[in-house]
Protein backbone atom coordinates (compact mmCIF):
# COMPACT_ATOMS: atom_id res chain seq x y z
CA UNK A 1 0.00 0.00 0.00
CA UNK A 2 1.18 3.57 -0.61
CA UNK A 3 0.58 6.78 1.32
CA UNK A 4 1.20 10.03 0.04
CA UNK A 5 1.19 12.85 2.82
CA UNK A 6 0.72 16.12 1.42
CA UNK A 7 2.88 19.36 1.60
CA UNK A 8 0.55 20.87 4.59
CA UNK A 9 0.87 17.91 6.19
CA UNK A 10 4.11 17.45 6.03
CA UNK A 11 5.19 21.53 6.92
CA UNK A 12 2.93 20.76 9.99
CA UNK A 13 4.87 17.39 11.58
CA UNK A 14 8.12 19.36 10.70
CA UNK A 15 6.95 22.51 12.20
CA UNK A 16 5.83 20.63 15.48
CA UNK A 17 8.99 18.43 14.94
CA UNK A 18 11.34 21.59 15.31
CA UNK A 19 9.07 23.04 18.79
CA UNK A 20 9.76 19.09 19.80
CA UNK A 21 13.00 19.50 19.27
CA UNK A 22 13.43 23.23 21.20
CA UNK A 23 11.10 22.00 23.77
CA UNK A 24 11.98 18.58 24.55
CA UNK A 25 8.04 17.53 24.57
CA UNK A 26 6.53 15.31 21.63
CA UNK A 27 2.84 15.54 22.82
CA UNK A 28 1.89 17.91 19.94
CA UNK A 29 4.30 16.20 17.54
CA UNK A 30 2.23 12.70 17.92
CA UNK A 31 -0.45 14.17 17.89
CA UNK A 32 0.10 16.48 14.68
CA UNK A 33 1.45 13.21 13.26
CA UNK A 34 -2.18 10.98 14.20
CA UNK A 35 -4.04 13.38 12.40
CA UNK A 36 -1.91 13.67 9.04
CA UNK A 37 -3.07 10.29 8.24
CA UNK A 38 -6.64 9.60 7.23
CA UNK A 39 -9.13 7.09 9.07
CA UNK A 40 -9.19 4.66 6.23
CA UNK A 41 -5.09 5.24 6.26
CA UNK A 42 -4.50 4.42 10.06
CA UNK A 43 -7.09 1.74 9.55
CA UNK A 44 -4.84 0.06 6.53
CA UNK A 45 -2.07 0.45 9.09
CA UNK A 46 -3.27 -0.75 11.98
CA UNK A 47 -4.11 -4.17 10.08
CA UNK A 48 -0.88 -4.38 9.54
CA UNK A 49 0.56 -3.57 12.95
CA UNK A 50 1.54 -6.67 14.76
CA UNK A 51 -0.46 -5.28 18.42
CA UNK A 52 -2.78 -3.19 15.75
CA UNK A 53 -2.62 0.25 17.43
CA UNK A 54 -1.14 3.15 15.60
CA UNK A 55 -1.25 5.56 18.66
CA UNK A 56 1.53 2.83 20.07
CA UNK A 57 3.19 2.69 17.00
CA UNK A 58 4.32 6.40 16.30
CA UNK A 59 4.67 6.73 20.16
CA UNK A 60 7.54 3.64 19.70
CA UNK A 61 8.74 5.57 16.76
CA UNK A 62 8.57 8.74 18.66
CA UNK A 63 10.57 7.30 21.35
CA UNK A 64 13.63 6.00 19.02
CA UNK A 65 13.68 9.03 17.41
CA UNK A 66 16.75 10.81 18.36
CA UNK A 67 14.99 13.99 18.84
CA UNK A 68 17.14 16.11 17.52
CA UNK A 69 16.87 15.59 13.36
CA UNK A 70 13.74 16.75 11.65
CA UNK A 71 14.78 14.50 8.44
CA UNK A 72 15.67 11.98 10.72
CA UNK A 73 12.06 11.84 11.78
CA UNK A 74 10.64 11.53 8.27
CA UNK A 75 13.40 8.44 7.54
CA UNK A 76 12.32 6.73 10.52
CA UNK A 77 8.55 7.24 9.53
CA UNK A 78 9.69 5.99 5.86
CA UNK A 79 11.74 2.56 7.45
CA UNK A 80 8.82 1.53 10.07
CA UNK A 81 6.07 2.21 7.73
CA UNK A 82 8.30 0.46 5.28
CA UNK A 83 8.62 -2.65 7.80
CA UNK A 84 5.09 -3.03 7.55
CA UNK A 85 4.24 -2.96 4.10
CA UNK A 86 3.39 0.47 3.53
CA UNK A 87 5.22 2.69 1.32
CA UNK A 88 4.63 6.45 2.61
CA UNK A 89 5.80 9.15 0.25
CA UNK A 90 5.66 13.02 1.47
CA UNK A 91 4.87 16.06 -0.69
CA UNK A 92 8.24 18.59 -0.71
CA UNK A 93 7.55 21.14 1.45
CA UNK A 94 11.09 23.41 1.21
CA UNK A 95 12.33 25.82 3.50
CA UNK A 96 12.08 28.39 -0.05
CA UNK A 97 8.41 27.12 -0.61
CA UNK A 98 7.44 27.85 2.76
CA UNK A 99 8.63 31.07 2.74
CA UNK A 100 6.94 31.97 -0.72
CA UNK A 101 3.61 30.22 0.65
CA UNK A 102 4.19 32.90 3.58
CA UNK A 103 4.61 35.97 0.95
CA UNK A 104 1.32 35.08 -0.40
CA UNK A 105 -0.71 34.63 2.27
CA UNK A 106 0.56 38.34 3.17
CA UNK A 107 -0.67 39.52 0.00
CA UNK A 108 -3.54 37.83 0.60
CA UNK A 109 -4.37 39.35 3.98
CA UNK A 110 -3.21 42.88 1.91
CA UNK A 111 -5.92 41.91 -1.22
CA UNK A 112 -8.54 41.26 1.86
CA UNK A 113 -7.77 44.47 3.08
CA UNK A 114 -8.03 46.62 0.19
CA UNK A 115 -11.43 44.75 -0.38
CA UNK A 116 -12.49 45.79 3.05
CA UNK A 117 -10.75 49.52 2.26
CA UNK A 118 -13.63 49.24 -0.93
CA UNK A 119 -16.71 48.54 1.45
CA UNK A 120 -15.90 50.84 3.71
CA UNK A 121 -16.10 53.03 0.49
CA UNK A 122 -19.66 51.19 -0.96
CA UNK A 123 -20.59 51.94 2.61
CA UNK A 124 -20.05 55.82 2.07
CA UNK A 125 -21.72 55.81 -1.64
CA UNK A 126 -24.77 54.17 0.38
CA UNK A 127 -25.32 56.70 2.80
CA UNK A 128 -24.90 59.22 0.52
CA UNK A 129 -27.77 57.92 -1.58
CA UNK A 130 -30.02 57.14 1.34
CA UNK A 131 -29.33 60.65 2.38
CA UNK A 132 -30.37 61.95 -1.45
CA UNK A 133 -33.76 59.56 -0.97
CA UNK A 134 -34.22 61.66 2.46
CA UNK A 135 -34.27 64.52 0.73
CA UNK A 136 -36.66 63.86 -2.01
CA UNK A 137 -38.85 62.96 -0.11
CA UNK A 138 -39.15 66.55 1.94
CA UNK A 139 -42.10 68.66 0.59
Given at each position: MEILLDKRVVRQIRLSAQDAIEEGDTETLREDILEGFTEEQVEEIERRLDNGDFFEFVTDMLDEWSGDDVDELFELMDTQLGDVGIEVKFEKATAAASVDERA???EEEEDATEFEDDDEEDG?????????EDDEDEP
Open positions: EGDDDDEEELEE
